[in-house]
């Protein structure tokens, strides 16, 4: 301190400005939205999630929606609808609409400011839904120190009570990975895909965290399976004996078959004897990774129109059921 009582050695800070966020982003589809999408961890580090966004304007119906994802931490998905005004009925309205039509978990709306009833309206809304729906209020600013590049400031302005804290406690509880979480819960709602559509190929009911399904055939030693692998999605019939010659004897006879089998079937399959495996196996692809949870919806569809062919296909060779489970 000098003899006037001033400190000379504190250290100078700038001051944080406010910057308009149209001088950053001047269109909300064309650069806010994409921006959005290429930085989902700044929105995340928001939310407390792990955040991958991987489509924008997702068509719901005749709409489009701004951003899906999912939360790799818990598997769950997760939509956004953003605008670069203060919030407006018009948008609480879509964002009503998009969450219908896409089940989505948790329900985010970005705007650069919330009026008082619209913060209050998600506020009722996380208050009378159950623990699967969850609803979240962020307010996006820009602001920036002297002439330093502006950065994002997103500040939470409705969320669930403690719903971080229950979300992560679950999935460290069930010891799952994130990879783990996201078959568990794509396995569990294909279940239940099976079952509303009485389709009774498996008696199962509770799915585990792996990147297969199995289903039994009504042939001891042969099953049926639907797998996400490193080449994308797998529909097959797998022999799997634990007599390696039998394996052997089946698969050619299918090899033999393969002409009635393919034209049955509608296409060309892959016929693979796994040379150093008891096992082979009959396969259709298609790309695809569990982690795009926006295509949960036709990964089941083709699941199924596969597998339907499949077994049709392998029922003048085997003796296949249709209600195996």
């Known amino acids: 301190m000098d003899g006037n009582g001033t400190h000379d050695d504190l250290p100078e800070l700038g001051k944080l400005e406010s910057v308009n966020a149209r001088g950053v982003w ?48 818990t598997g769950e998905s997760v939509i956004i609808e953003n605008q670069l005004t203060p919030t407006d009925h018009s948008h609480l309205g ?18 650069t400011r919330f009026r008082e009833e619209h913060r209050s309206a998600l506020d009722w809304l996380n208050s009378r839904t159950d623990e699967s729906t969850r609803f979240f209020g962020v307010e996006i600013g820009v ?11 997103l500040t939470v302005v409705a969320q669930p009570n403690d719903w971080g804290k229950t979300v ?35 008696r199962a009911r509770k799915a585990q965290s792996q990147n297969w399904l199995t289903m039994p055939s009504g042939t001891a030693g ?28 089946r698969f050619a006879a299918a090899v033999a078959a393969r002409e009635s089998i393919e034209s049955t079937y509608g296409g060309s399959l892959q016929f693979e004897q796994l040379v150093g495996s008891k ?23 083709w699941f199924i129109a596969r597998q339907t062919r499949l077994r049709t296909a392998m029922a003048g060779i085997f003796q296949i059921s249709s209600t195996a489970g």
């Open 94 to 111: 879509q964002l009503l609409t998009y969450a219908g039509g896409t089940n989505a978990v948790n329900v985010v709306w970005i705007a």
């Open 26 to 73: 001047s269109h909300e589809a064309y650069d806010f939205t994409p921006w959005l999408l290429a930085n989902a961890d700044v929105v995340g580090e928001a939310l407390g999630m792990d955040l991958d966004l991987s489509t924008a304007e997702h068509p719901v119906g005749s709409f489009s929606l701004d951003l899906i994802g999912v939360d790799r931490a």
């Open 222 to 249: 042969l099953v049926f399976n639907c797998s996400f692998g490193r080449a994308g999605l797998c529909s097959e019939a797998f022999f799997q004996d634990s007599d390696a010659t039998v394996n052997e004897a």
């Open 279 to 301: 096992g082979c196996r009959i396969a259709d692809y298609r790309p695809g990774q569990i982690g795009r949870t926006e295509h949960w919806d036709d990964y089941a569809e």
């Open 168 to 202: 992560k406690a679950k999935a460290a509880s069930e010891g799952q990975s994130v990879r783990q979480a996201l078959y568990h819960q794509f396995w569990t709602w294909f279940l239940d895909q099976l079952v509303g559509r009485h389709i009774g190929w498996t």
């Open 143 to 153: 602001v920036r120190i002297g002439s330093s590049l502006p950065a994002p400031l």
